[in-house]
């Protein structure tokens, strides 16, 4: 594995029982694919279990198994990465009641941490430090009915509300989210197409027609390692 990819797996320590503890799946060093933060060296740790499943879900393998560490133990493995950036996803990692700790004790420690949420669980909980990536469902994911909307009025301008697009209709809906709901005046927005189902070129035409306040994106994590986890 290059050096831009390495999976920390050993343990730092032995871990007291009293502690909280998380469930992982991984914790890798690689380059944010995504939002504000592309091409940034990023600590990713990934936390295991979701509640939603959506059919493009590209990450069905943090759905069970992982590993239950204590919270210091999370800690010590992102730090002997040695690099500013944090990111906490799953999964959905919200689906632990102690994921807002984790985040809360990474910016304690001078990180720059993201959150990458679905938005279908509460974000009140979620240190104000910490840059919420918003995943609002469109109808093509099948689990739009999850959203909830109240999570917008917790968005703050650092934050970022994403959109995947599967296809044209998807886009319709997430442009008229976007003007009646006024996103764009809350925070960045974000339009991403679903990897090897909606060709990009296409998604951007219909943005540069409409004109819209977003930023198109294209996960770069995957145009370079595809979809192999750890990545």
Same mark, same amino acid.
């Given at each position: 594995m290059s050096p831009v990819n390495q999976v920390v797996t050993e343990s730092s320590g032995v871990a007291n029982p009293t502690a909280t503890a998380l469930?992982?799946?991984?914790?890798?060093?690689?380059?944010? $694919?995504?939002?504000?933060?592309v091409g940034l060296p990023t600590v990713f740790v990934r936390l295991t279990g979701c509640? @939603?499943?959506? $059919?493009?879900?590209?990450?069905?393998?943090?759905?069970?198994? $992982?590993?239950? @560490?204590?919270? +210091? +133990?999370?800690?010590?493995?992102?730090?002997?990465y040695g690099v500013r950036h944090v990111t906490l996803t799953g999964g959905e990692p919200l689906a632990q009641k102690h994921a807002p700790l984790l985040l809360r004790q990474l910016a304690d420690a001078g990180y720059s941490v993201s959150?990458?949420?679905?938005?279908?669980?509460?974000?009140?909980a979620v240190d104000t430090r910490i840059a919420k990536? @918003?995943?609002?469902?469109?109808?093509?994911? $099948?689990?739009?009915e999850r959203n909830l909307w109240s999570n917008l009025g917790h968005l703050t301008p650092h934050d970022?509300?994403?959109f995947v697009v599967c296809d044209e209709s998807d886009y319709l809906w997430s442009r008229d989210q976007l003007q009646t709901r006024r996103l764009d005046t809350l925070c960045p927005v974000l339009f991403s197409p679903v990897h090897g189902r909606l060709e990009p070129r296409l998604l951007a035409d219909w943005i540069v027609r409409d004109k819209l306040p977003v930023r198109m994106q294209v996960q770069l994590h995957k145009l370079l390692w595809g979809d192999t986890p750890g990545y």
């Amino acid at each position: 594995m290059s050096p831009v990819n390495q999976v920390v797996t050993e343990s730092s320590g032995v871990a007291n029982p009293t502690a909280t503890a998380l469930r992982v799946t991984e914790i890798f060093l690689s380059l944010q $694919g995504e939002t504000s933060r592309v091409g940034l060296p990023t600590v990713f740790v990934r936390l295991t279990g979701c509640p @939603l499943r959506c $059919g493009y879900c590209d990450t069905a393998y943090a759905f069970h198994g $992982g590993e239950s @560490l204590q919270l +210091d +133990d999370i800690l010590q493995r992102v730090a002997a990465y040695g690099v500013r950036h944090v990111t906490l996803t799953g999964g959905e990692p919200l689906a632990q009641k102690h994921a807002p700790l984790l985040l809360r004790q990474l910016a304690d420690a001078g990180y720059s941490v993201s959150l990458e949420t679905s938005g279908a669980l509460d974000v009140a909980a979620v240190d104000t430090r910490i840059a919420k990536i @918003l995943d609002i469902k469109t109808p093509g994911s $099948g689990e739009c009915e999850r959203n909830l909307w109240s999570n917008l009025g917790h968005l703050t301008p650092h934050d970022e509300i994403k959109f995947v697009v599967c296809d044209e209709s998807d886009y319709l809906w997430s442009r008229d989210q976007l003007q009646t709901r006024r996103l764009d005046t809350l925070c960045p927005v974000l339009f991403s197409p679903v990897h090897g189902r909606l060709e990009p070129r296409l998604l951007a035409d219909w943005i540069v027609r409409d004109k819209l306040p977003v930023r198109m994106q294209v996960q770069l994590h995957k145009l370079l390692w595809g979809d192999t986890p750890g990545y």
